[in-house]
């Protein structure tokens, strides 16, 4: 089977988006997969093409205020102008976002179902996944086990459906851990020690800034 | 003050709103804009300013100072245009990268206390019904999560009637 999966995330270092596509990796194995990432590289025309005339498109992105980063966003509207003769593609979605519901990710969904009806294609399904910042916390974790557990079953739903180009209901999952902890460790084990490396003392993460 | 985003061409702008007073903050695509990169550098590096310098990296202190913000984008998909949506991807400094619960879901704290009024003006050819049912719940989510009370939406296949619809910026 021929899939094609994008990458939408425009972090420049290693992204969750990336992660979720490793792992995902491990359940399609034995396909003919391509992943490019539209937000870093200008895709040439053989590439193009290559999304075109694949079975299955698969975007990984991350969530922007609600929805499709606008980068993200460029990319798509140019994918339409270009279009799709060949119409049997089918597009599945996995969004993560950084607020700990998986759910919040359901406006993304949409705006990814309407693009498919916009282009002619047809929408197979979306895993979105919250908390996404912890995902790389607990990247040694077998998926399916620990805080894993929940994204190791909802990945393995998404891969069954994308390899018999079935169509699905969302799937909206977070980490196997508890919102409370998770709300806590991100300011504890995320953003002060990132602030702190920046030599920025936690007060002065608070500050409003005044220059306009 | 009031701020308007919008993602006219300035012929189009001056042509639908010649008489715009000048106390409106006004938002616009000089072609400058860099796309969010996902860095957080303005929730751990630089406080409240995006670390891009491309004439947009003051959106969180430009929207502490808002009344009322109105957007005028075409749609779609749903979504805004990706002018006005790198605007408010890049508008995340007006947060912090703090997290509160709020009817059962996650948002971030707010950095500022100012409390703003939404007008969402999409236009466009053929926006379908799904479409507008998925932007109203965009413009919903966004509400949520700026802590915005008061919002209207409206939905013109013109913009000539767009420009009957923006009553008042």
Same mark, same amino acid.
């Given at each position: 089977m021929k899939i094609c999966i994008l990458n939408g995330s425009p972090k420049a270092g290693k992204s969750t988006s990336e992660l979720l596509i490793e792992y995902l990796m491990t359940f399609i194995k034995g396909n003919d997969v391509v992943i490019y990432n539209v937000c870093k590289t200008d895709l040439?025309?053989?590439? *193009?093409?290559?999304? !075109?005339?694949?079975?299955?498109?698969?975007?990984? *992105? &991350?969530?922007?205020?609600d929805s499709i980063n606008s980068h993200l966003l460029r990319f798509l509207i140019k994918l339409e102008n270009m279009g799709f003769s060949n119409k049997n593609i089918t597009v599945y979605c996995?969004?993560?976002? +950084? *607020?700990?519901? $998986?759910? !919040?990710?359901?406006?993304?969904?949409?705006?990814?179902?309407?693009?498919?009806?916009?282009? $002619?294609?047809?929408y197979g399904q979306t895993l979105g996944i919250g908390a996404g910042e912890m995902l790389p916390f607990f990247k040694d974790v077998p998926l399916g086990y +620990? &805080?894993?557990?929940?994204? $190791?079953?909802?990945? !393995?739903?998404?891969?069954?459906?994308?390899?018999?180009?079935?169509q699905g209901d969302d799937l909206f999952t977070s980490p196997n851990w508890p919102r409370l902890l998770w709300k806590i460790a991100s300011s504890f084990i995320f953003w002060y020690p990132k602030a702190k490396k920046n030599g920025?003392?936690?007060?002065?993460?608070?500050? &409003?800034?005044s220059q306009i | 003050m009031n701020i308007l985003i919008h993602d006219l061409s300035y012929e189009q702008f001056q042509s639908l709103f010649p008489d715009i007073y000048n106390d409106v903050y006004i938002i616009s695509d000089t072609g400058t804009?860099?796309?969010?990169?996902?860095?957080?550098?303005?929730?751990?590096?630089?406080? #409240?300013?995006?670390?891009?310098?491309?004439?947009?990296g003051n959106m969180g202190a430009l929207l502490s100072k808002s009344e009322?913000?109105?957007?005028?984008?075409?749609?779609?998909? #749903?979504?805004?245009?990706?002018?006005?949506k790198n605007v408010l991807d890049r508008s995340i400094p007006w947060l912090l990268?703090?997290?509160?619960?709020?009817? %059962?879901?996650?948002?971030?704290?707010?950095?500022?206390?100012?409390?703003?009024?939404?007008?969402?003006?999409?236009?466009?050819?053929?926006?379908?019904?799904?479409?507008?049912?998925?932007?109203?719940?965009?413009?919903?989510?966004?509400?949520? %999560?700026?802590?915005?009370?008061?919002?209207?939406?409206?939905?013109? %296949?013109?913009?000539?009637?767009?420009? #009957?619809?923006?009553?008042?910026?």
């Open positions: 040439s025309k053989v590439q *193009f093409s290559q999304i !075109q005339s694949s079975e299955v498109l698969i975007f990984a *992105f &991350p969530l922007y205020v996995m969004i993560n976002n +950084g *607020f700990y519901e $998986g759910w !919040q990710n359901h406006v993304a969904a949409d705006i990814m179902k309407n693009w498919c009806k916009a282009v $002619g294609l047809t +620990g &805080p894993n557990k929940n994204i $190791g079953i909802a990945l !393995q739903e998404l891969s069954h459906n994308i390899l018999s180009l079935d920025l003392k936690r007060k002065n993460l608070y500050s &409003p800034h | 804009i860099q796309h969010c990169i996902g860095c957080f550098g303005c929730w751990i590096k630089t406080p #409240g300013k995006c670390v891009l310098k491309d004439g947009y009322k913000l109105t957007i005028i984008s075409q749609c779609f998909y #749903g979504s805004y245009s990706p002018f006005v990268p703090f997290f509160k619960i709020k009817n %059962n879901e996650t948002h971030h704290k707010r950095r500022y206390q100012n409390k703003m009024q939404l007008a969402v003006h999409f236009y466009g050819n053929n926006i379908t019904t799904a479409e507008k049912e998925t932007a109203k719940k965009l413009v919903k989510a966004n509400c949520a %999560n700026f802590y915005v009370k008061n919002y209207e939406i409206s939905f013109s %296949n013109s913009l000539k009637k767009l420009c #009957g619809k923006v009553t008042t910026i």
